[in-house]
């Protein structure tokens, strides 16, 4: 480690602040150049505070202006200011007021924390330490304070301003071209939660009713000309508000609920007390410009953020390892309102796909942690798939072990006891260990212990005995700073199914605990005996994924055949067929390093042929089971001496084949899969849809489709989004005839619309081909792309470096270096993107030699740089450690 680097906040190092701020009150008068920010705080110290301890305030690039203490200025001697610290000594024994004075520049602020501009608009951004950006502050989330917010702003530039809480007066100020708005957030809370926003915006209204009768003013600000795109996130808001009163009891608690969408934000939305700010990808949408995909964001993440206001703002974190309390519980809250609303397995599917391709090869590199880490040197790099998407997962397993209705218990607990508090892990399992009496000690270590673990599971059939035996085995691998670790606790959802395709019922079971239709798995070995089973059953395991681990049991292909066609349990369905397709990837892959030809099993092409052609089986679902495991599934799967271009062809050959042997099935399906009315967002229509365009991919990438005929059709005649992006993804990434127009046709139509034109710059970073590199460095001289905007950034850079595994890994080492390059210049702009992008190179250890060795050598010429921030230090240290 370098001896500059500073020391890292470790958990064990906690402890409550000396100091309470009741309340806060801020004036803010906004002028884009010199913004000035007067506090108020009103401060006490706690009884556990040792006597004449001095107050230390956070800070980050602040310019003191003024300081007052109970109404009068402090003497220089009595306090020392910097810009990242203020310290104040000889502070009364009893309450005081502290009045601080900043100024900001709300124009320079390129980082996008604390407050800064977005197309003229003021806006802010605090989770998790911008809030020291605009004033000193003790600024960590067990410092809960109630706020009350003054703006000011030229009325010509700001029409409108936005605080937390509730609006309790405005009007204009006599005799200048100014005018103000005061808001008041009743309920207490972290620094974090802060928000405020004014600019000249449109605004989409609409009214919700409590379950307890109250009136919630609902408003959706946008940019002006935007106000028709925003009826989709306000319909989500709206279900959002109904589904958590009746799935979980929670009603919203102010007067209104504001939303402001912007086009510079570093991450997807944010949760602020009663005014959410947004990403605009993540409200914006109509037919022409947002796909299915697109819509489901929005459904997730409006219902994500207003889920937070009970579980992250009501009941917040106690310090920022707690992270996965706030964000693991709310993710898990938002799939189930998106099962709720849409189907529940393809749902769960399309979860499960997205832990597997992102947090599994988190947690199988140099970036692995607990979902509860214990250290860290920066904060912003853990907002991570593992806090997010595993952290939902032990949410689910929780319920899983528990049941249903203790799981409710426990979660009740959970709100009654914990309202208004900033909590721990700790406090929340204590709720459901309580209201289910289960200890829960050993189910901790999800928090606690990084890596994916294995389930290993070998079964036989005794005919004479009627006994049906499972051994289960499991073990968790070691990951940076944990070598040994500990048997967890592991529900496996399972059931026996018959020769006939029904389920086994009634068996009884030893070896290890069972509810309803889960095993408790607890030890490094169970053997679990069924008995009376009448004739050899195929094991359906893990059904619905019941929990985040790798799954490997001695099952023939021709057993998950049969469970591909036959479980009832779809996601097992969908996951027997997957695992068939996995294997005879791998094969392909090897065949191809190895440069022999690529053959696929008939088995798998009819398993595959069989889904298509099924119409009881919803279209989304039969869309799911077409799509072969990703690139990055292979190379986690396949785990060292990776060769992403092996693996690109390997994938691009067994498609092609299939699409071959089944051409006529899939043309017929695509015809009637053709929508039979005018365009509609929902999951039966969207679904279609899906089918129809993995249908395409598949006939395109096949000998019939190398004309491009159907796609050039297909992309002509889309009247969405979804069909247009789908074609011209598959003329582009198939080199069809045609594609370059399609390319110029679609920059024409959408060049004015920067979220449409993503999709353009991301279907043209991914294409597969050698001069990938150069259609990159290319574009970022396009006039729709700017390197200030994140958005803009991840839909071309970031796409290249994530979504285009065989030329980002390229073995001369030119993606790698491109990448380094764009790292180290966005570093000194706005360092959360360039850590973002520069955890791109997690999975460099599993590559080949070659490409490793470059791999590395990029990293190490950003590491060598002194001028790093702190954010991007800590990825490649990591990384190189
Ligand atoms: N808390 C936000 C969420 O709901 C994410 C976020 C983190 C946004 C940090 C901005 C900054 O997921
Ligand atoms: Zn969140």
């Given at each position: 480690?370098?001896?500059?680097?500073?020391?890292?906040?470790?958990?064990?190092?906690?402890?409550?602040?000396?100091f309470?701020?009741?309340?806060?009150?801020?004036?803010?008068?906004?002028?884009?150049?010199?913004?000035?920010?007067?506090?108020?705080?009103?401060?006490?110290?706690r009884d556990?505070?040792?006597?004449?301890?001095?107050?230390?305030?956070?800070?980050?690039?602040?310019?003191?202006?003024?300081?007052?203490?109970d109404?009068?200025?402090?003497?220089?001697?009595?306090?020392?200011?910097a810009?990242?610290?203020?310290?104040?000594?000889?502070?009364?024994?009893?309450?005081?007021v502290?009045?601080?004075?900043?100024?900001?520049?709300?124009d320079?602020?390129?980082?996008?924390?604390?407050?800064?501009?977005?197309?003229?608009?003021?806006?802010?951004?605090?989770?998790a330490?911008?809030f020291?950006?605009?004033?000193?502050?003790l600024?960590?989330?067990?410092?809960?304070?109630?706020?009350?917010?003054?703006?000011?702003?030229?009325?010509?530039?700001?029409?409108?301003?936005?605080?937390n809480?509730?609006?309790?007066e405005?009007?204009?100020?006599?005799?200048?071209?100014?005018?103000y708005?005061?808001?008041?957030?009743?309920?207490?809370?972290?620094?974090?939660?802060?928000a405020m926003?004014?600019?000249?915006?449109?605004?989409?209204?609409?009214?919700?009713?409590?379950?307890?009768?109250?009136?919630?003013?609902?408003?959706?600000?946008?940019?002006?000309?935007?106000?028709?795109?925003?009826?989709?996130?306000?319909?989500?808001?709206?279900?959002?508000?109904?589904?958590?009163?009746?799935?979980?009891?929670r009603?919203?608690?102010?007067?209104?609920f504001?939303i402001?969408?912007?086009?510079?934000?570093?991450?997807?939305?944010?949760?602020?007390?009663g005014?959410?700010?947004?990403?605009d990808?993540y409200?914006?949408a109509?037919?022409?410009t947002?796909?299915d995909?697109?819509?489901?964001?929005?459904?997730?993440?409006?219902a994500?953020?207003y889920?937070?206001?009970?579980?992250?703002n009501?009941?917040?974190?106690?310090?920022?390892?707690?992270?996965?309390l706030?964000?693991?519980?709310?993710?898990?809250?938002?799939?189930?309102?998106?099962?709720?609303?849409?189907?529940?397995?393809v749902?769960?599917?399309?979860d499960?796909?997205?832990?597997?391709?992102?947090q599994?090869?988190?947690?199988?590199?140099?970036?692995a942690?607990?979902?509860?880490?214990?250290?860290?040197?920066?904060?912003n790099?853990?907002y991570?798939?593992?806090?997010?998407?595993?952290?939902?997962?032990v949410?689910?397993?929780?319920?899983?072990?528990?049941?249903?209705?203790d799981?409710?218990?426990?979660?009740?607990?959970?709100?009654?006891?914990?309202?208004?508090?900033?909590?721990?892990v700790?406090?929340?399992?204590?709720?459901?260990?309580?209201?289910?009496?289960?200890?829960?000690?050993?189910f901790?270590?999800w928090?606690?212990?990084?890596?994916?673990?294995?389930?290993t599971?070998?079964?036989?059939?005794?005919?004479?005995?009627?006994?049906f035996?499972?051994?289960v085995?499991?073990?968790?691998p070691?990951?940076?700073?944990?070598?040994?670790?500990?048997?967890?606790?592991?529900?496996?959802?399972?059931?026996?199914i018959?020769?006939?395709?029904?389920?086994?019922?009634?068996?009884?079971?030893?070896?290890?605990?069972?509810?309803?239709?889960?095993?408790?798995?607890?030890?490094?070995?169970?053997?679990?005996?069924?008995s009376?089973v009448?004739?050899?059953?195929?094991?359906?395991?893990?059904?619905?994924?019941s929990?985040?681990?790798?799954?490997?049991?001695?099952?023939s292909?021709?057993d998950?055949?049969?469970?591909?066609?036959?479980?009832?349990?779809?996601?097992?369905?969908?996951?027997?067929?997957?695992?068939?397709?996995?294997?005879?990837?791998?094969?392909?892959?090897?065949?191809a390093?190895?440069?022999?030809p690529?053959?696929?099993?008939?088995?798998?092409?009819?398993?595959?042929?069989?889904s298509?052609?099924?119409?009881?089986?919803?279209?989304?679902?039969?869309?799911?089971?077409?799509?072969?495991?990703?690139?990055?599934?292979?190379?986690?799967?396949?785990?060292?001496?990776?060769?992403?271009?092996a693996?690109?062809?390997?994938?691009?050959?067994?498609?092609?084949?299939?699409?071959?042997?089944l051409?006529?099935?899939?043309?017929?399906?695509?015809?009637?899969?053709t929508?039979?009315?005018?365009?509609?967002?929902?999951?039966?229509?969207?679904?279609?849809?899906?089918?129809?365009?993995?249908?395409?991919?598949?006939?395109?990438?096949?000998?019939?489709?190398?004309?491009?005929?159907?796609?050039?059709a297909?992309?002509?005649a889309?009247?969405?989004?979804?069909?247009?992006?789908?074609?011209?993804g598959v003329?582009?990434?198939?080199?069809?005839?045609?594609?370059?127009?399609?390319?110029?046709?679609?920059?024409?139509?959408h060049?004015?619309?920067?979220?449409?034109l993503?999709?353009?710059?991301?279907?043209?970073?991914?294409a597969?081909?050698?001069?990938?590199?150069?259609?990159?460095?290319?574009l970022?001289?396009?006039?729709?792309?700017?390197?200030?905007?994140?958005?803009?950034v991840?839909?071309?850079?970031?796409?290249f470096?994530?979504?285009?595994q065989?030329?980002?890994?390229?073995?001369?080492?030119?993606?790698?270096?491109?990448?380094?390059e764009?790292?180290?210049s966005?570093?000194?702009?706005?360092?959360?993107?360039?850590?973002?992008?520069?955890?791109?190179?997690?999975?460099?250890?599993s590559?080949?030699?070659e490409?490793?060795?470059?791999?590395?050598?990029?990293?190490?010429?950003v590491?060598?740089?002194a001028?790093?921030s702190?954010?991007?230090?800590?990825?490649v240290d990591?990384?190189?450690?």
């Amino acid at each position: 480690m370098r001896p500059d680097t500073p020391a890292p906040v470790r958990l064990e190092d906690y402890r409550p602040t000396d100091f309470a701020i009741d309340t806060v009150s801020l004036d803010i008068r906004l002028a884009p150049k010199a913004t000035q920010v007067r506090a108020r705080l009103a401060i006490r110290r706690r009884d556990t505070a040792a006597k004449g301890a001095p107050l230390v305030l956070d800070g980050d690039e602040l310019d003191l202006v003024s300081l007052a203490l109970d109404g009068r200025p402090l003497a220089a001697d009595a306090y020392t200011a910097a810009p990242d610290r203020l310290e104040i000594r000889a502070l009364p024994d009893g309450p005081f007021v502290l009045e601080i004075e900043t100024r900001l520049d709300p124009d320079a602020n390129t980082k996008l924390m604390g407050l800064y501009r977005s197309s003229g608009t003021y806006c802010t951004q605090c989770e998790a330490e911008g809030f020291r950006r605009i004033t000193y502050f003790l600024d960590r989330p067990d410092c809960l304070s109630v706020y009350t917010t003054r703006i000011e702003a030229r009325e010509s530039d700001a029409p409108v301003l936005l605080g937390n809480g509730n609006p309790v007066e405005a009007g204009r100020i006599e005799g200048t071209d100014r005018h103000y708005a005061v808001w008041h957030d009743p309920h207490p809370k972290p620094a974090y939660l802060f928000a405020m926003v004014a600019g000249d915006l449109a605004r989409v209204s609409n009214r919700f009713t409590t379950a307890d009768g109250r009136d919630v003013a609902l408003n959706i600000y946008v940019e002006h000309g935007n106000e028709g795109a925003c009826d989709w996130a306000m319909d989500s808001l709206k279900r959002s508000m109904r589904w958590d009163e009746e799935v979980f009891g929670r009603i919203y608690d102010l007067e209104v609920f504001n939303i402001v969408a912007v086009s510079d934000f570093n991450m997807g939305a944010m949760e602020n007390k009663g005014l959410n700010i947004f990403n605009d990808k993540y409200v914006l949408a109509s037919p022409d410009t947002a796909t299915d995909q697109d819509y489901a964001g929005i459904e997730a993440v409006i219902a994500h953020e207003y889920f937070h206001n009970w579980t992250g703002n009501r009941i917040t974190c106690r310090d920022w390892f707690q992270l996965c309390l706030k964000e693991g519980l709310t993710v898990f809250r938002d799939q189930e309102f998106s099962s709720d609303m849409r189907s529940r397995p393809v749902k769960r599917i399309a979860d499960v796909r997205l832990l597997k391709s992102h947090q599994f090869p988190e947690d199988a590199g140099p970036l692995a942690h607990p979902v509860r880490p214990r250290l860290y040197h920066e904060i912003n790099n853990f907002y991570t798939a593992t806090v997010y998407e595993k952290g939902a997962e032990v949410v689910r397993m929780l319920k899983a072990l528990l049941g249903p209705e203790d799981f409710r218990a426990g979660m009740d607990l959970f709100f009654e006891r914990h309202d208004g508090e900033a909590t721990t892990v700790e406090a929340f399992l204590a709720c459901f260990q309580e209201a289910s009496g289960r200890d829960l000690a050993q189910f901790s270590l999800w928090y606690e212990q990084a890596g994916t673990p294995t389930l290993t599971v070998d079964s036989k059939y005794e005919p004479e005995a009627r006994r049906f035996t499972m051994t289960v085995r499991q073990s968790v691998p070691p990951t940076p700073k944990q070598s040994a670790k500990k048997p967890m606790t592991i529900p496996l959802k399972a059931a026996l199914i018959g020769p006939d395709g029904t389920e086994m019922t009634g068996l009884s079971v030893a070896g290890a605990e069972m509810t309803g239709d889960t095993l408790h798995i607890r030890n490094p070995s169970h053997m679990i005996v069924f008995s009376d089973v009448p004739a050899r059953p195929v094991p359906s395991l893990l059904r619905e994924f019941s929990a985040p681990v790798h799954l490997k049991s001695d099952l023939s292909d021709a057993d998950l055949l049969f469970l591909a066609a036959r479980d009832t349990d779809p996601f097992n369905r969908w996951q027997a067929l997957q695992s068939v397709a996995l294997s005879a990837l791998i094969k392909a892959t090897q065949a191809a390093a190895g440069q022999r030809p690529i053959t696929v099993d008939p088995e798998l092409v009819d398993a595959i042929g069989a889904s298509i052609a099924d119409d009881s089986l919803d279209p989304a679902f039969r869309a799911l089971c077409l799509q072969l495991p990703g690139e990055t599934d292979l190379a986690r799967e396949i785990g060292k001496d990776v060769d992403p271009e092996a693996i690109c062809q390997a994938r691009r050959q067994v498609r092609a084949t299939i699409a071959d042997r089944l051409a006529e099935t899939m043309l017929a399906t695509y015809t009637a899969m053709t929508s039979p009315g005018p365009f509609s967002p929902d999951a039966a229509a969207s679904g279609r849809r899906a089918l129809r365009n993995v249908l395409l991919e598949y006939l395109s990438h096949g000998t019939g489709g190398q004309d491009g005929t159907l796609a050039r059709a297909h992309f002509d005649a889309a009247d969405n989004m979804t069909d247009r992006a789908a074609a011209l993804g598959v003329l582009v990434h198939a080199r069809l005839p045609g594609h370059e127009e399609a390319l110029a046709a679609f920059a024409d139509r959408h060049g004015h619309t920067p979220l449409a034109l993503d999709k353009w710059f991301t279907i043209q970073a991914t294409a597969p081909f050698g001069d990938a590199l150069d259609t990159v460095k290319r574009l970022t001289t396009h006039a729709g792309f700017s390197m200030g905007n994140p958005n803009r950034v991840r839909a071309l850079i970031g796409a290249f470096a994530t979504g285009n595994q065989s030329q980002f890994n390229r073995a001369d080492g030119a993606g790698f270096d491109y990448l380094a390059e764009v790292v180290l210049s966005l570093d000194k702009t706005n360092p959360q993107v360039a850590a973002r992008l520069a955890s791109a190179f997690r999975s460099w250890r599993s590559l080949e030699p070659e490409r490793q060795a470059r791999a590395e050598a990029a990293l190490r010429h950003v590491a060598a740089m002194a001028e790093l921030s702190p954010d991007v230090r800590d990825i490649v240290d990591r990384c190189l450690q």
